[in-house]
């Protein structure tokens, strides 16, 4: 499946006879001249480095074993969706509702993943340290699935990297031990961060290269891939990019975030570059059409620059800060000083870049903040269609959510038309509060056991609840029981002694399947044609 790039003097040899070989015969090849990335470089696959790695630290018992492949920076997107998913099995046990880009905060809240550069250095390691604090289940040896931190660092700027390829097919069955290292060196490789769940390393051929590498820009395209819709190809999970503090490659990343159309969180009081970019954001709030900055403003930004940057770099970091602030939608900021909730900012920020009423109402549902979908969303002054809202009232019914149940009738749903036996069925066998109700129906005996259920073999229906209704049975076990609403009358005839729902009686197993086109009648509809129901 993938293929890696390799400096064709090899680089990938073990001993240096073997070298001074491929030396040779890239000199008679191409003469004298200097290495070149054109002439130079070429893809060989597939990859020989894949599998786990095993930190070596001193605390080397709390840690699982971290999955890792190493790909060329020309692979397919695809592919790396494929790995994720169905080998790394990175969606279960469930979706989760968010991808952040570069810290942790905020992460359980959410279920998020964490993505980094992955290098043991700066704030990725800080990110590292409070992973590890915020990760941990009951049992100290096996991570949270909550929180899944991936690391996609250039391979040419991994320490020790060839300890990780694989001399022969068995290898990658075991964990690799790694040792990690805190030690950095200006222009030399930088150790992993022990604290990631899974690594990718993208192989551009290139080595001792971090700022600019095609690595960062292979980042920014596989995090669009990820928020793309699953039809498109992608997870559907919204990415964002949230900077804290960092030098002169988090312009590049912001860059590279901005092209790709993915949101931005600047954490200002951080200081460096996030502290830089918030000046810059607010010098272009300033401007109702924006070009340029003034010269004042560049001269500003220019001299706080030769810090971060280092004075060879300022014309280009300034330059990528100007198309970074373009477009305000895609930036928000947040001062950490003055507040702890970062999801809020990471939820506005998400929110922005959807025109969407319904995406924005599912962020807010998701998030658990009613009050963002009532002063942010619902404000708008937009006439809400009941098909736009319907949708997320049934969610919201489905998760026990009562403030977004309570500010959606307040906007629009009309409750005698939003129920319909179909709803009806979905809120009784679907709820989070289901349970209760099946616990209440097991002690009036109105349901056997768990799974095993009565059906029947002549019209192959959904599982029946009411027994006196089958002819020929026989018993099957088919997860999960379904509730009928006219088991849901009896229940309430056995707990009050007496009631009547004419609606309810008549939905039993047989009637449900023969009669599909009541799952979209509204309940009000169907009280008016109640005699016509009966006969037809």
């Known amino acids: 499946m993938w293929s890696t790039y390799r400096d064709c003097r090899g680089e990938h040899l073990s001993n240096d006879e073997s070298k001074d070989k491929i030396r040779k015969q890239k000199r008679s090849e191409t003469g004298d001249k200097k290495w070149s990335e054109s002439e130079c470089l070429e893809v060989v696959g597939p990859s020989n480095a894949f599998g786990q790695i095993e930190f070596i630290t001193e605390s080397t018992s709390n840690h699982k074993p971290t999955e890792f492949v190493r790909i060329s920076d020309e692979d397919k997107l695809e592919d790396v ?24 905060q905020a992460a ?25 604090e915020q990760s941990y289940s009951t049992d100290k040896r096996m991570l949270s699935q909550q929180l899944r931190c991936i690391g996609i660092a250039p391979w040419g700027y991994v320490l020790n990297r060839n300890t990780l390829v694989a001399n022969n097919y068995e290898d990658h069955f075991h964990p690799i031990p790694y040792t990690v290292s805190t030690v950095i060196e200006t222009g030399q490789p930088v150790s992993l961060n022990q604290n990631h769940t899974h690594y990718i ?15 960062a820009r292979f980042r920014a395209r596989l995090e669009k891939q990820i928020a793309l819709p699953e039809e498109a190809g992608g997870f559907g999970i919204p990415v964002v990019l949230v900077i804290v503090e960092g030098g002169h490659d988090v312009f590049i990343d912001a860059r590279n975030s901005i092209k790709e159309r993915v949101p931005v969180v600047i954490c200002s009081g951080t200081g460096r570059a996030a502290d830089i970019l918030d000046m810059a954001f607010n010098f272009r709030l300033k401007h109702h059409q924006f070009t340029s900055f003034t010269e004042r403003e560049c001269s500003i930004l220019s001299q706080k620059l030769k810090i971060v940057s280092g004075k060879n770099k300022v014309e280009a970091a300034l330059k990528m800060i100007q198309f970074i602030v373009q477009d305000t939608k895609l930036i928000t900021t947040f001062d950490m000083n003055k507040s702890d909730d970062l999801d809020l900012a990471i939820l506005f920020a998400l929110i922005k870049t959807s025109s969407e009423l319904d995406k924005q109402l599912r962020l807010a549902l998701t998030w658990d903040r009613s009050d963002i979908a009532e002063a942010k969303i619902f404000r708008q002054g937009k006439q809400v269609k009941p098909e736009i809202l319907e949708p997320i009232m049934m969610e919201a019914l489905l998760r026990n959510k009562t403030d977004f149940v309570r500010i959606l009738l307040q906007n629009g749903v009309v409750m005698r038309q939003f129920l319909t ?39 192959h229906l959904p599982v029946m609840m009411n027994n006196e209704m089958t002819g020929e049975t026989e018993q099957s076990f088919t997860p999960p029981s379904r509730i009928y609403l006219s088991t849901i009358c009896k229940l309430l005839r056995r707990m009050l002694g007496r009631y009547t729902n004419k609606i309810y009686d008549m939905d039993t197993e047989l009637l449900h399947g023969l009669r599909a086109d009541w799952n979209r009648v509204s ?14």
């Open 523 to 536: 309940l009000s509809l169907l009280m008016k044609q109640t005699t016509f129901i009966l006969i037809s």
């Open 421 to 459: 036996f179909e709803r009806l069925h979905r809120l009784y066998n679907e709820s989070t509060q289901s349970n209760d109700l099946i616990r209440c129906l097991k002690n009036y005996k109105l349901l056997t056991s768990e799974h095993l259920t009565v059906s029947s073999t002549k019209l």
């Open 201 to 215: 390393f993208v192989d551009e051929g290139k080595r001792l290269r971090y700022g600019g590498c095609e690595s």
């Open 108 to 132: 359980q809240t959410t279920r998020a993943w964490i993505v980094t550069s992955g290098l043991n250095l700066g704030i990725i390691r800080v990110v590292g340290d409070a992973l590890q």
């Open 81 to 104: 969706m494929i790995l994720m998913k169905n080998y790394w099995k990175m969606m279960e046990p469930e979706k989760p509702s968010l991808c952040i880009s570069g810290l942790v």
